[in-house]
């Protein structure tokens, strides 16, 4: 008998482990569990507005905002483009959203006009980073300081002379229009009064998201599928995804780089300038120098959170807007609540690294900063009303650093490219 007579051992082939995928009933399960673990911490610490209608309400606000400048910085860095401009793109639509609302006396002209605003940031930044090569930090950088100067120069040529406008500010604007399941309010308004454990809760929830919604803001949230559909069922979604990834490839494939680069970068700044605008439009019913406070930044790390994908930054976009409401609706007292939510959740995801993961450090580092932050509530009445403020931003922060480990950016993020680099 030889050698080649011998039976040949075949190595046994493992099944591929089971990628999670974030399904309709797995996320309203997760939304449910939230909310059941919100109730807790408002039945144990007296905080009846962390789960208030009005703060519900003023949360999708101040969601809006922060997940259209993500919804385009996810556009721009699928096609592979970094955009820290988003800031100064959201700054050129607060202004040019007061200006067209002003000038056309309509608020969808000012929505129109700030989206088109936006735009014209965004193609700056193309042509120095798609055409020119310029580094794409370097060029966003610029556009946030070029947006803030060119503002305030406009503000005082055109709103300075206006009545009630200055050199910091417009006129109060037109009002845009509000929609509400009228039938709703008076049902969920009584359970919400009786502050029953879970059943108020939802009736708050429900009541904050059915009751005077602006029209814009639910074009905000429909573009959120809508960009999902683009970006990942359709041709041309593939083919700016694949700029993103592997643009050499996609170039060897007869895909025009350059066109859907620039295509990319035109409908981040389109989709910022429509962040912008809703600040000005919307939020504040008026423009102000300086309105935009860093939302282009937080709708980055919204982006982030979100690992690249729509669904995830609409609920980094919500986590953020909510933490910023609870500022706004009893400060101190509600995010001291918070603590307890948080503590909660850090031990859970502490008891998952160990069972699921087996990571035991990562697990023991969790549970001993769960156990900290558990310690500052059960020590504390409330949080200063000095670092109420920060929630938002500190938020941010632990967001992003616990959710780091999971995170794929697009290969070819950043990366400079010019045709036939590959030749």
């Known amino acids: 008998m030889t050698a080649t007579d011998l039976p040949v051992e075949r190595p046994v082939e493992?099944?591929?482990a089971r990628r999670f995928r974030l399904s309709a009933p797995v996320l309203l399960l997760g939304l449910a569990g939230l909310v059941v673990l919100l109730s807790v911490a408002r039945l144990v610490t007296g905080a009846n507005d962390i789960t208030s209608a009005g703060t519900v309400s003023a949360a999708l606000g101040l969601a809006v905002p922060i997940g259209l400048a993500g919804l385009g910085g996810l556009w721009s860095e699928r096609a592979g483009v970094v955009n820290i401009g988003l800031e100064g793109m959201m700054v050129l639509g607060t202004w040019f959203g007061a200006w067209g609302a002003l000038q056309f006396h309509s608020p969808w002209a000012g929505v129109l006009a700030g989206a088109i605003g936006g735009a014209l940031g965004a193609a700056i930044h193309a042509v120095a980073t798609v055409t020119f090569g310029v580094d794409h930090i370097i060029s966003g950088v610029a556009i946030n300081i070029v947006g803030v100067g060119v503002t305030q120069y406009l503000s005082q040529l055109v709103f300075n002379g206006m009545p009630g406008g200055g050199t910091k500010n417009s006129p109060p604007l037109p009002k845009m229009g509000t929609v509400s399941l009228g039938f709703l309010d008076d049902p969920l308004r009584t359970v919400e009064a009786n502050h029953w454990f879970v059943l108020s809760d939802f009736a708050g929830v429900l009541r904050g998201i059915t009751q005077g919604v602006s029209w814009f803001t639910i074009l905000a949230i429909l573009l959120v599928p809508l960009s999902l559909y683009i970006l990942w069922r359709t041709p041309f979604g593939l083919r700016l995804r694949a700029c993103g990834e592997r643009p050499v490839a996609a170039e060897s494939l007869g895909v025009n780089v350059y066109l859907y680069k620039w295509a990319a970068v035109l409908v981040s700044g389109l989709l910022a300038g429509l962040g912008g605008a809703f600040l000005s439009l919307v939020a504040a019913g008026i423009y102000r120098d300086g309105q935009t406070g860093g939302r282009g930044y937080i709708g980055l790390a919204a982006m982030i959170f979100g690992n690249w994908r729509p669904g995830g930054l609409a609920g980094g976009?919500?986590?953020f807007g909510y933490t910023d409401a609870l500022?706004?609706?009893?400060?101190?007292?509600?995010?001291?609540?918070?603590?307890?939510?948080?503590?909660?959740?850090?031990?859970?995801?502490?008891?998952?690294?160990?069972v699921r993961q087996r990571r035991g450090v990562a697990a023991l580092v969790t549970g001993i900063v769960a156990i900290a932050v558990f310690a500052v509530f059960a020590l504390t009445d409330t949080v200063p009303e000095q670092f109420t403020s920060f929630t938002p931003h500190l938020t941010t922060l632990l967001v992003l650093s616990l959710a780091s480990q999971r995170l794929r950016m697009p290969a070819a993020d950043g990366v400079p490219y010019r045709r036939g680099q590959a030749k």
């Open 14 to 16: 493992t099944p591929p």
């Open 317 to 319: 976009a919500a986590l």
């Open 327 to 354: 500022q706004l609706r009893q400060g101190g007292i509600s995010v001291h609540a918070l603590l307890l939510v948080v503590a909660l959740l850090l031990a859970a995801v502490a008891v998952y690294q160990l």
